[in-house]
């Protein structure tokens, strides 16, 4: 299969092994994809086509061709150039490892992936992007057939499932318990079109159907346990957790283009990966969300969604680690601004904690955040941060909420009162 239309002679292919799953692309040097019978064209964001698997056999042209093989954040990619001879051309590639973040822990999820290609397409995609975990948006049918077990494909470090994720459309109190008995996260998918600072961006910025924009509420009132955005709108983020808010930084939007786990949710799990384990390690705040880079932070020995309880003046030192790409500056910054900065791979500094704080890791490209933390919570004599330039910020946000949204059941007074109540 090709991109075009056109016939091409019989009599060349290539027969494309890495010994594990990876994403394969191969182009002439017309731009054309070529792909196996039976699979889907499909481009990712640079334009190159690919498709999944190993020990592939594909029909070429006997042209110049261009062969990648890939695997995910987790890898580079090894590329050669040929022209095949008749008959097979055997073309062995294997793409280097970056660094293996099972091995310290760390399994990274996408947590919106719909089911809208073929079920052996999704499981082909999360093996051969090494994507340890998938959390499928499915239809009715197939989450009644499969909510809370593990997709036929899942194994040791790729779990698969319907409903492990509850992407908030309207959230009530009544849907969390029952959600969260059956063990879902609970957040929004889609939070906003892009980076943020005003909370009248927010307030305009937010998706009208998974209103990512009623976090503000659902944060204080502690409905919900991630926001998707910590990448792109990672000020908004900030001034949610200064404001004394405790959520997951995680990532994905459903809008993306290109390959499954593009952006992902890394979460640090205690014993083997599972779908329960994973959920749990991402409610608890043991978290980074990435594009690319794997980013580590700990307070003195203690890691994301870890608190802190300390004296006034007490010091702690602050340690941030990041390997992979995307990844020019690594800075460590409070609900106060920057503690540190630095180029890769590792920033350190100490703290003396005055008043309630809290310390996250984030990792830039260009200026622009290509993976961030949770944060770890220095509480004072048992005291959470709540700032109030942010709560002041959380504060007008709800008053601009007001303006667009109906509050039937009250939430955003409730929401306003436990403000109110930190600026105490």
């Not at 334009?47 to 110049?64: I, K, S, T």
């Not at 051309?89 to 490892?97: C, D, G, H, K």
């Not at 998918?189 to 159907?209: I, K, S």
């Not at 942010?390 to 009162?417: M, N, S």
């Amino acid at each position: 299969m090709r991109d075009d239309t056109k016939p091409v002679a019989a009599g060349q292919t290539l027969r494309l092994r890495a010994g594990f799953p990876c994403r394969w692309s191969v182009w002439t040097e017309d731009g054309r994809g070529w792909y196996p019978a039976g699979t889907s064209p499909a481009r990712d964001l640079d334009g190159l086509p690919y498709f999944h698997g190993d020990d592939m056999v594909l029909e070429v042209p006997a042209q110049r061709l261009t062969v990648r093989a890939a695997r995910g954040m987790e890898y580079g990619h090894a590329q050669t150039t040929l022209t095949p001879d008749t008959g097979e051309t055997l073309v062995e590639l294997s793409p280097a490892r970056i660094y293996d973040a099972a091995a310290r822990g760390w399994y990274g999820g996408d947590l919106q992936v719909h089911l809208n290609r073929p079920p052996q397409w999704v499981a082909d995609s999360q093996h051969g992007e090494d994507l340890h975990v998938v959390n499928l948006l499915a239809g009715e049918d197939t989450a009644a057939l499969w909510t809370g077990r593990d997709l036929p494909w899942s194994d040791a470090t790729h779990v698969a499932q319907v409903g492990l994720a509850h992407d908030a459309l309207t959230v009530c109190r009544d849907s969390v318990d029952k959600l969260r008995q059956r063990g879902a996260l609970i957040g929004y998918a889609n939070a906003f079109r892009g980076p943020v600072e005003t909370p009248e961006q927010l307030v305009a910025g937010g998706y009208p159907v998974y209103d990512a924009r009623m976090s503000v509420v659902d944060a204080a009132l502690g409905l919900v346990d991630s926001f998707s955005s910590a990448i792109g709108s990672a000020r908004a983020y900030r001034r949610l957790i200064g404001a004394g808010n405790r959520v997951a930084a995680v990532a994905g939007t459903s809008q993306r283009l290109g390959p499954i786990g593009g952006e992902r949710t890394y979460a640090h799990v205690d014993g083997p990966l599972t779908a329960e384990s994973y959920a749990r390690a991402v409610r608890q705040g043991r978290t980074f969300a990435t594009t690319g880079p794997f980013l580590e932070l700990a307070v003195d020995g203690q890691g994301p969604g870890a608190t802190i309880n300390l004296k006034p003046g007490e010091r702690v030192r602050a340690t941030a680690r990041v390997i992979g790409p995307q990844a020019e500056r690594i800075r460590l910054l409070t609900a106060d601004g920057e503690l540190a900065s630095g180029p890769p791979h590792e920033v350190s500094a100490e703290l003396h904690a005055d008043r309630p704080t809290y310390v996250v890791a984030v990792a830039e490209d260009s200026g622009l955040p290509t993976a961030h933390t949770s944060p770890v919570y220095l509480d004072v004599e048992h005291r959470r941060a709540a700032r109030k330039d942010d709560v002041t910020f959380c504060l007008r946000w709800l008053d601009l909420l007001e303006r667009v949204v109906e509050d039937h059941d009250g939430r955003v007074k409730e929401a306003r009162r436990v403000y109110q109540s930190r600026l105490a």
